[in-house]
């Protein structure tokens, strides 16, 4: 596990956070999950909208 911080959506304050990369199989249930994005080569939270059977659109 790596350490990050992630910015807070509604106040923009740093949050300090691990992240773990984990094998998961692509199905309805991660619909409306929370995840994290990495965009620039900083961590983002992200909320998961839909899905395919391949990948997942945040």
């Not at 509604?10 to 956070?17: K, R, V, Y």
């Not at 691990?18 to 309805?28: A, H």
């Not at 990495?38 to 909320?47: L, T, V």
């Not at 909208?49 to 659109?57: F, L, M, P, R």
Request: proline content about 7%.
């Amino acid at each position: 596990m790596d350490d990050y911080s992630i910015v807070d959506p509604q106040n923009g304050a740093d949050i300090s956070c691990q992240i773990l990369n984990v094998p998961v199989s692509i199905d309805e249930s991660l619909v409306d999950s929370y995840c994290l994005v990495e965009y620039d080569g900083k961590p983002y939270p992200g909320k998961i909208t839909a899905e395919d059977d391949i990948s997942v659109k945040v």
